[in-house]
């Protein structure tokens, strides 16, 4: 298995600086729903830690990917 590069890594300087300079750091408590499947996507989420596993389906089905 190869491993694909990240987000930033995959971006240019220009595009990178472009993309960061439009970000902000936000932090969520854990057990925080960030979004459901299916809703309208406003946001763009870049997920800097993972301290917490992931739950489990909260309703079938759902998809793994």
Known sequence: ????????????TEHRARLMSLAREVFFDAGTRLFEEGQHADRFLIIKTDRHPRPACPRPPCRRY
């Open 1 to 12: 298995m190869t491993s694909s590069p990240t987000l930033t890594a995959a971006l240019s």
